[in-house]
Structures are given as C-alpha cells and as structure tokens.
C-alpha cells in the first residue's frame, strides 16, 4: 500500500474512532443528570461515566462536539473569506493599499491569538459570538497572505490579462479568473487552523471565559473535572482523548491535503 493509501486509510479509520461514539452519545440529554447517579464509573449503562452531577459524560462530550466543532468552522470560514478577500484586492489595487495591509498582517501576526481572544473574551464577557469575533480577529492573515502572494502571481497569468484587455472590472475579474485558482491552495490550511481553532476554544472554556456551564463544551468539562481527578479521572481523561483525536484528525487531513502541489509551483500550505 502507497504512503498515500495508507494515508487516507488512517485518516478514515480515525475518524470512524472518533464520530461513532459521538452518533451514540447524541441521542442522550447532556444537561438531565440524577444526583445519585453522580461519579459512576464507565460501564455499561454510561460508557464514559458520569460527572459530579450525574450527567452523561459520553452524551456531553456528543453534544460538546457539535458545539465546539460548529464554533470552529464559523471561525474558519469567517477568518478565511476576509483574510482572501483583503489579500486578493490589496494584491490588485497594490499601491498604498498594499502596504497598508501588509503593515497590519505584521502587526497582527506579532500578537498570539490565544491572548487576544483572551483579551477580547475577558472584556467583553464570555459567549459564542464574542468567542468566534475574537478568534477570527488575528485568524485571517495567514489567508490574507497566501492570497495576495498567489493574486500577484496570476494577474500577470495570460488568461487574467485578456481579461482584463476585454474590459472586465477588477471584482469581477478577482471573483471570476483568480478565486479559482486560489482554492485550491487553502485545503491543507482549512483543515489545519480547524483542528487549531477547537484547541483555542477549548482553551478559552478551562480558563473559564469561553462558553459557560452548562453547556456542554469540552475545555469546561475539563476545568469542572479538577476537582474530582483522584475519585473520577475519566470526567478529564474522556474529553482530553476526544479533543486529542479531532486534532489528530484535523492534521492529518491538513497532510494528506497538503501533498497536492498546484501550477504555481505552491503547496496547500
């Protein structure tokens, strides 16, 4: 078997790993728990046992998913269409606009992006939007700086010269002869900054400023689990595994993605 196959066969294998035991916790309530059932170990009636409040570890981390991996694509595709859409007309108009953005994309990536959705979750209080605002305010530059390499790159391509001589304006040359063949080019990213953007989320759901309890987010269940590590470790362990293997899934996507090299001599990266 080619490293490829062996590739895509991994990949699918761990995401089979990874949903079907999300399929089944779905169908039970994350938020219903019975205080006599509270800390019950793995078993048969709850695979990954239950929390301080006896609710269905296996059922909130299937509903947590849903929500930390909805989340994550709002993020994603927010920060990928302003980032390639700055990128691609600051590489058209060029000029002061050029380096203008390119002054801000220096700045921008100076700044962590765990301590600006910090920032910004702290000061403006927790909650989904704040979260995705936050995280896609410092998410779009390394979109922004692919497709303005890549535009400059193809204005000079024959195809968008004729164009451009046929007199089409600049948006609907952008929108129909470069966005094209820009897409391409974002696979292995996409797939990359997902698996890094439900890290950020889960991250800011420890620190407590992310989405709040009760709802079932995987970097709270983590937090709430602290104080019960020694008498029940599987309420961290359960969603530490799961975030580590949507990771996992994530980059190994990005890799599998990222071998595929494009006419202008560039990767996905």
């Known amino acids: 078997m080619s490293s490829r196959r062996a590739g895509i066969a991994g990949t699918v ?3 089979l790993v990874l949903l079907l035991p999300i399929a089944w916790g779905l169908t039970f309530d994350p938020v219903e728990g019975a205080l006599r059932d509270s800390l019950r170990p793995p078993g048969f009636a709850f695979p990954l046992g239950t929390d301080h409040l006896g609710r269905d ?11 930390d991996i909805g989340l994550s694509l709002l993020v994603v595709a927010l920060s990928f ?13 060029a000029g002061g606009l050029d380096r203008a953005l390119s002054l801000l994309m220096d700045v921008t990536s100076a700044l962590p992006q765990i301590v600006v959705a910090l920032i910004l979750a702290v000061h403006f209080g927790g909650g989904a ?15 922004a700086r692919i497709a303005r390499a890549a535009t400059f790159s193809l204005r000079e391509r024959e195809f968008v010269m004729a164009a451009r001589v046929a007199g089409s304006g600049r948006l609907a040359l952008l929108r129909r002869h470069v966005l094209p063949h820009l897409l391409p080019l ?8 997902l698996g890094h953007t439900v890290l950020n989320i889960a991250a800011l759901g420890f620190l407590g400023v992310g989405i709040q309890p009760p709802a079932p987010e995987w970097g709270a269940m983590i ?5 019960y590590l020694a008498r029940a470790p599987w309420l961290a362990i359960a969603p530490g595994v799961f975030l580590f293997a949507l990771t996992a899934l994530a980059l190994s996507l990005a890799r599998a993605l990222g071998r595929r090299r494009q006419a202008m001599g560039l990767t996905a990266w």
């Open 223 to 227: 937090a709430e689990a602290r104080p």
């Open 186 to 193: 974002f696979g292995g990213l996409l797939a990359l900054q």
């Open 129 to 143: 939007g704040t979260l995705v605002i936050a995280l896609a305010a410092t998410g779009w530059v390394k979109y």
């Open 81 to 93: 269409g302003v980032g390639t859409a700055l990128g691609m007309v600051a590489a058209e108009v």
């Open 57 to 67: 570890v296996l059922a909130r981390i299937a509903h947590g998913f849903l929500l």
């Open 13 to 15: 294998a761990l995401a």
